[in-house]
């Protein structure tokens, strides 16, 4: 006890120290006393979500205190995260999987993908990827989807093997569909909230971009990291690549013990089928995901397949809406507080007078990493998008090379960390995988996805005359 002090003590030190360097470290003369301590104090909470001297939700807690007794940001700025509509959505999807587990649907529909596809270990998690990749082109958000419809099903699979205590099979699984997702929502138009936004911003600099030709532009590189994402994570994690002939013998029994639908689980079928529907309809019948989330929990209220009850219980939820929110509220203010339009006029300037090619890669890779400071990859499109995209214009890139390069950028760098994409913090808080192992995989699977994208996906935008 008396060591853990210390260890708590020390982290806690370490967690502290980016901060007060930034914080004292004069601060560039076009960036606002608000906005350098800001990032101070989000340095802070990294560091402290990275060392976890605390729990992720105390450093979060920790780390608004320090926002607001500072008066860096008022009360109000410091926790208008908390009504985000995105941090609500990924609430009520933890919730409505709780009602998938609650009625035994979850556990019928893993047992018999797991009959169809877990023949062999690394299966599992091709035939999740290829759940998210059915669903991307028409269910317009990333968040919803993984959390609302896939997760779930991964839930309920890792569920059955929890008695096995393979924590290493549940975080390949954890990470493939994660890493999955942001590749699936790279491929298509309508597959996350931000593209469509993408699309509207680069049409303010007359570049046009359509639904197939976004499909078109990114389904060769999108197909490749699919297939080779999983493999690569499934080394990763050093598995092996067992088959599962008394799995499948014991799944079959299962199957065969379940027996026909209930009536609850024909509901929860109905309220899947219901939410799909508003999901993909949302944009034109102006319901938002969250709205259609809420109305889902609501008919499991009404039902009784949820009781207030559940919802208590469902620690991880709470957990994830304060440290989510809090992010959130952060990285709005970094860009409010014009911190991240500074740091793209930092770029502009030492990519200005290079060769279109290297400058442009310069500026992707800048745009890419610089993820690691937002907690949404909408905020990110929001606040940097129009400044890069503009900047690899002014250097001679080819405008419409320039926009889809960004707007895949846009998604896929979204996998970096356990904070950066609306899905990642459902799939983080299921604990199958550490931050270290979160953030070494994102990173690596960064590299091999920019090298398929820029290097394979440049030759085949060249067949498609994009440059």
Wanted: charged share 10%; hydrophobic share 55%; with cysteine.
């Amino acid at each position: 006890m008396h060591l853990r002090r210390h260890q708590t003590f020390y982290l806690t030190m370490a967690s502290i120290l980016p901060a007060i360097v930034i914080w004292m470290f004069p601060k560039p003369e076009a960036v606002s006393f608000n906005a350098w301590h800001l990032f101070a104090i989000f340095a802070f909470l990294i560091s402290g979500v990275i060392l976890k001297p605390f729990p992720m939700g105390i450093m979060a807690l920790f780390a608004l205190c320090i926002a607001t007794l500072s008066q860096t940001l008022s009360f109000e700025e410091a926790f208008s995260g908390f009504g985000n509509e995105i941090v609500w959505l990924v609430v009520f999807a933890f919730f409505i999987s709780r009602g998938v587990s609650a009625t035994g649907l979850g556990s019928r529909l893993a047992y018999k993908i797991m009959s169809l596809f877990g023949i062999h270990t690394l299966g599992l998690g091709y035939a999740l990827i290829a759940t998210d990749l059915i669903l991307a082109p028409t269910v317009p958000s990333v968040t919803a989807r993984i959390g609302g419809i896939v997760y779930p099903i991964l839930k309920s699979i890792l569920d059955l093997f929890e008695r096995n205590k393979t924590s290493k099979l549940g975080a390949f699984l954890t990470q493939t569909t994660f890493q999955g997702s942001t590749i699936t929502s790279a491929m298509f138009l309508t597959a996350m909230a931000g593209n469509p936004l993408i699309v509207e911003l680069a049409r303010g600099q007359n570049i046009h971009i359509s639904w197939v030709q976004w499909m078109m532009a990114a389904i060769l590189p999108g197909l490749l990291s699919l297939c080779i994402v999983p493999y690569v994570l499934f080394r990763f994690f050093k598995l092996d690549n067992q088959k599962m002939d008394a799995v499948q013998g014991a799944l079959k029994i299962q199957l065969e013990k379940q027996g026909k639908m209930r009536p609850k689980e024909w509901v929860m079928c109905a309220t899947f089928v219901l939410l799909m529907i508003l999901w993909i309809l949302g944009p034109w019948i102006q319901v938002k995901a969250t709205v259609a989330a809420l109305l889902g929990l609501a008919i499991l209220f009404l039902t009784k397949i949820l009781d207030w009850k559940h919802i208590l219980e469902e620690t991880a939820a709470w957990d994830t809406f304060i440290w989510f929110a809090t992010f959130i509220s952060f990285a709005s203010y970094l860009s409010k507080l014009g911190f991240t339009s500074w740091f793209g006029d930092v770029v502009v300037q030492h990519v200005n007078n290079m060769q279109w090619h290297l400058g442009f890669l310069v500026i992707g890779l800048l745009y890419f990493y610089s993820h690691y400071f937002f907690a949404s990859c909408v905020a990110h499109i929001g606040a940097l998008y129009i400044p890069f995209l503009v900047v690899a214009i002014a250097i001679g890139t080819p405008p419409v090379l320039a926009a889809l390069v960004l707007a895949f950028f846009s998604n896929l760098m979204g996998s970096l960390t356990h904070y950066g994409a609306g899905q990642a913090p459902i799939l983080f808080s299921a604990g199958h995988v550490s931050i270290v192992e979160w953030w070494k995989a994102g990173f690596l699977i960064s590299i091999i996805n920019i090298i398929i994208w820029v290097f394979i996906g440049g030759f085949w935008w060249k067949c498609l005359g994009f440059w």
